[in-house]
């Protein structure tokens, strides 16, 4: 018998779009001698409607107007348990930081990546910050700036991100994805609007050393005993790896194999896998660091628990050179999904 697999899309997130590019790459490429696919969409404002249109209307965001292919109530399909897996193909808040996966669990729904503690431990990256410290991984250095503190005392605020990181800095909202409401700075009056427009997505900001650095991305994939695959290097086409610079511009390139001798490249592997378990990830994550470019040194950046999807990229490809094809990683994402069961 075939297996129901329930595919999400869309979401309540700023990565809305994203999301909708790389689950209709699943959609594509899932093997479907094997799986029975539903389809469901999760519009900006919460509705789930089933979708039985074309994969190129997901893409596009047409399938939210084509009234002959969507369901209402999509989410019966999770709560009348008519699926086997959930592969949430969703990015950022509501999707990837343990909320679906909640849902999941509480209807015993095996499903597709990080469990609820790791998912929203790593969508925060304050808190995945105040973990990781604890096991030593080394990091940026950062202030944590908290919106009612700020609205409190702007001056002294700004005064001890000045004392204590100099410039220049990223200021990023504690749970966001895809470089919204990241910036950075170079000056005081750069903090002050950075720091304004990242709380307007989140009511606690990080504010980071910028590091002069590489950016290597390592794709693991596993649940007891995960593995890495090949790390890849990302070459933005702007200051840094902003939305723009991700998504539209042509110019930003992923270099796979990055740019590392076999030792750095054997150590990145085995420090990923390391910061995978003492994030309690499962399923999946791509683990992403910046590599000084002067020293060397290597320090974490962020975990991303539901990774970039696309057939173009970094997770996928970097398994498709370690040998692992697109299908071949879906058909061993939902095998991981069911074996963890309701762990
Ligand atoms: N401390 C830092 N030093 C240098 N570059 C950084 C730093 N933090 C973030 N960046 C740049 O900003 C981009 C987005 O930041 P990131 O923390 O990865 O947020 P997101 O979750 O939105 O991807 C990174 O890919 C990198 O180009
Ligand atoms: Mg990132």
Same mark, same amino acid.
């Given at each position: 018998m075939k297996k129901k697999i329930a595919i999400l899309f869309g979401g309540?997130?700023?990565e809305h779009e994203v999301s909708r590019v790389s689950a209709s790459s699943v959609l594509k490429n899932i093997d479907k001698t094997k799986y029975e696919i539903y389809s469901i969409g999760i519009t900006k404002d919460g509705k789930w409607l089933e979708y039985k249109g074309k994969i190129e209307n997901i893409e596009n965001g047409e399938w939210e107007s084509d009234e002959e292919n969507k369901i209402p109530n999509g989410q019966n399909i999770l709560f009348n348990k008519e699926?086997?897996?959930?592969?949430?193909v969703l990015h950022g808040?509501?999707?990837?930081?343990g909320t679906i996966q909640g849902l999941c669990k509480l209807l015993k729904i095996p499903f597709v990546g990080p469990g609820v503690l790791s998912s929203a431990l790593c969508m925060d990256k304050i808190y995945t910050k105040y973990v990781l410290e604890n096991f030593g991984v080394k990091q940026a250095d950062y202030v944590v700036v908290n919106k009612f503190d700020y609205n409190k005392d702007k001056e002294s605020i700004i005064n001890h991100i000045e004392e204590k990181l100099g410039y220049a800095v990223f200021i990023k909202?504690?749970?966001?994805?895809?470089?919204?409401g990241i910036t950075k700075a170079h000056n005081r009056e750069r903090l002050v609007s950075g720091l304004e427009e990242a709380l307007k997505y989140d009511r606690k900001v990080l504010v980071e050393t910028a590091i002069n650095a590489r950016e290597v991305e390592v794709a693991v994939l596993g649940n007891d005993e995960p593995k890495a695959a090949v790390p890849g290097e990302i070459i933005p086409a702007k200051e840094f790896y902003d939305y723009e610079a991700k998504y539209?511009?042509? #110019?930003?390139k992923l270099l796979i194999? #990055? #740019?590392?001798s076999k030792e750095e490249e054997e150590e990145i592997k085995k420090l990923a896998v390391d910061i995978y378990k003492m994030l309690d990830c499962q399923g999946m994550s791509r683990v992403d660091f910046l590599i000084d470019k002067d020293t060397d040194e290597v320090y974490l950046n962020e975990i991303n628990t539901?990774?970039?999807?696309?057939?173009?990229?970094?997770y996928p490809k970097l398994w498709q050179a370690s040998g692992k094809g697109y299908s071949q990683l879906i058909d061993e994402l939902i095998e991981l999904a069911i074996d963890r069961g309701n762990d």
């Open positions: 309540q997130s700023t699926v086997d897996v959930v592969f949430p808040l509501y999707g990837e930081d909202p504690s749970n966001s994805g895809s470089s919204v539209k511009n042509e #110019a930003s194999p #990055a #740019a590392l539901l990774p970039g999807f696309t057939s173009i990229s970094m």
